[in-house]
C-alpha cells in the first residue's frame, strides 16, 4: 500500500504550473482510433489513467511512443477486439472506446466503465445517441456489445439529450465524426474539454461546428488524417492549486491557467474576499488574511464545476461564519466529509447538503481518500493542518493530478509517497 505523508502547517511560496486536462486527454487518446495516420498530443500529464489508456490502445494493436509530455499514436493497425472488464474497471472515460469503435468499425465490445464512486452516473444517454445512430446494444457478461447490422457504418441523427452530460456528448461527436451523413445534438454540454475533442477531430479533417455551444452539428466524413494537438490546460487542476494558494499559501503563481475556463470559480473566490491577481495565462495568490464564508451550489459549465467543490472545502473551513455547498450534479459527493471532519473541521452532512463552519485550525490525522477530488482535498487539508497527515488509497489522486508530490515539494511543502 502506498500513502501520503504530509507535515503541515508550512507556508508555500513559489510557482506550480498546471498539467494538460485530465478530462480533455481521456477523451483524445480514444479519439485517435478514428485516424487514418498519427496522431501527436502535447501536454499530456503524467497520470495513471493516461497510463491505463495507453495500454489499452497498445492492447488494441495501436502503436504508441511517449516521450514526457508528448504522446504519438499511430493507430492504423488498431483492431476491433473485445476488451474485458479487467483491462479497464478503474477507468470511467472508457466508455469514449464505445464512440471511437463505433465510429470506425461499426460495433464494439468493451468492459463496463468504472471510476470513482460518486452516486448514479448511468450511460443511457450515450446509448440512446448510439441507438438513434443505427446501434444496437447487447450486454455479455461484464462487458457491453454496441453494433450496427453486420458491422455496417453507422449513420446521423438528430439527437436531444433529457439532461446536459459531457460524456455522452463527446461520445456521440466521436461516433458522428465518420458515420453516414449529419448528425445533430441539442442540448449538448459546453465545458472546454467538449471543444478541445472538436478541435482535435476538426484538425483531423472533421466537420464539427457549434462545440462550446448547446447545438453541435457534425457531418460524418470518410477519412481523417493525421495531425499535431496541444492538450489544453487542466482547469480542474488549476482550481485546486488556486484553492491551495490561497489556504496556504505566502504568494504562489498558478500558470499555464486560461482564466475563462474557471471565471464561475473564481468570481466565488471574489466573494470570499481572495487576493489574486489574473494575468494572460497565470494567476498569482497574495497571502490571505480574513475570508468570509459562501454557499456554493454546482452546476454545468460555465457554472460552478462539481469537480473543483471538494477541492474548495478545506479553504472554506478557514472563513469566518458557516455556509453550505450544494451539488446537484453528484450527490453523493461528500465522502471528504467525515474525513475532514476527523481532522477538527467544523462540518456534516444534512439532507444531502455539506454544511461547515470556518475553524481556526486542523490537525494531522490517518485518512483516506474516497475518491479523485475528494484526494485532493485532503492533500489541501494536510498542508493546512499542524503536524502528520497520512492519505491512504492515493490511486484515485494520482489519476488525475500529474506529479503532485513534485509539484508541492518545489514550492516548500513537506509530502512524500511511502509504501508500506
Request: glycine share 10%; with cysteine.
Amino acid at each position: 500500500m502506498r500513502k501520503i505523508i504530509i507535515n503541515g502547517g508550512k507556508p508555500l511560496t513559489g510557482e506550480v504550473a498546471v498539467s494538460g486536462a485530465k478530462n480533455s486527454v481521456v477523451a483524445l487518446i480514444p479519439a485517435i482510433i478514428l485516424a487514418d495516420d498519427i496522431v501527436t498530443l502535447d501536454g499530456v500529464p503524467a497520470i495513471s489513467d493516461v497510463d491505463s489508456l495507453i495500454e489499452m490502445m497498445r492492447e488494441m494493436g495501436a502503436s504508441v511512443e511517449r516521450n514526457g509530455e508528448t504522446l504519438t499514436i499511430d493507430p492504423r493497425d488498431v483492431k476491433d477486439k473485445p476488451m474485458p472488464y479487467g483491462k479497464i474497471n478503474s477507468l470511467r472515460a472508457s466508455y469514449y472506446f464505445y464512440g471511437s469503435l463505433l465510429g470506425r468499425f461499426g460495433q464494439a465490445t468493451v468492459g463496463l466503465p468504472g471510476g470513482c464512486d460518486l452516486g448514479p452516473r448511468p450511460i443511457d444517454l450515450h446509448l440512446k445517441a448510439f441507438e438513434a445512430m443505427g446501434a444496437t446494444v447487447a450486454y455479455e457478461g461484464e462487458s457491453m456489445r454496441i453494433a450496427t447490422n453486420g458491422g455496417q457504418p453507422i449513420h446521423g441523427a438528430h439527437i436531444f439529450f433529457d439532461t446536459v452530460t459531457v460524456g455522452a456528448t463527446i461520445n456521440t461527436m466521436l461516433a458522428a465524426a465518420k458515420a453516414k451523413g449529419r448528425t445533430v445534438i441539442e442540448n449538448a454540454a459546453r465545458e472546454p474539454e467538449i471543444i478541445d475533442v472538436a478541435t482535435l477531430l476538426n484538425n483531423m479533417g472533421a466537420h464539427i461546428r457549434g462545440a462550446g455551444t448547446d447545438i453541435i452539428t457534425i457531418e460524418g466524413v470518410d477519412y481523417l488524417h493525421g495531425t499535431r494537438h496541444q492538450v489544453i490546460p487542466d482547469r480542474i487542476e488549476a482550481g485546486t492549486y488556486i484553492a491551495l494558494a490561497a489556504a496556504v499559501g505566502s504568494g504562489i503563481k498558478i500558470s499555464n491557467v486560461l482564466y475563462e475556463h474557471l471565471e464561475s470559480f473564481i468570481s466565488k473566490l471574489e466573494e470570499m474576499g481572495v487576493r489574486m491577481t489574473v494575468e494572460e495565462d497565470s494567476i498569482f495568490v497574495e497571502k490571505q488574511e480574513k475570508l468570509q464564508a459562501v454557499t456554493i451550489k454546482t452546476s454545468p459549465y460555465p457554472g460552478f464545476a462539481t469537480d473543483l467543490q471538494q477541492p474548495l472545502t478545506p479553504l472554506l473551513l478557514k472563513t469566518d461564519g458557516q455556509g453550505t455547498i450544494i451539488d446537484t450534479i453528484y450527490q453523493k459527493r461528500v465522502n471528504h466529509v467525515p474525513e475532514l471532519a476527523r481532522m477538527g473541521a467544523d462540518i456534516s452532512i444534512l439532507g444531502g447538503q455539506i454544511k461547515f463552519k470556518g475553524v481556526n485550525s486542523l490537525v494531522g490525522a490517518p485518512v483516506k481518500a474516497s475518491d479523485l477530488r475528494a484526494g485532493a482535498a485532503l492533500v489541501i487539508a494536510g498542508l493546512m493542518a499542524e503536524g502528520r497527515t497520512e492519505i491512504s488509497n492515493i490511486e484515485f489522486i494520482l489519476r488525475g493530478y500529474s506529479n503532485i508530490v513534485e509539484k508541492l515539494t518545489a514550492i516548500g511543502a513537506d509530502i512524500t509517497i511511502v509504501e508500506e
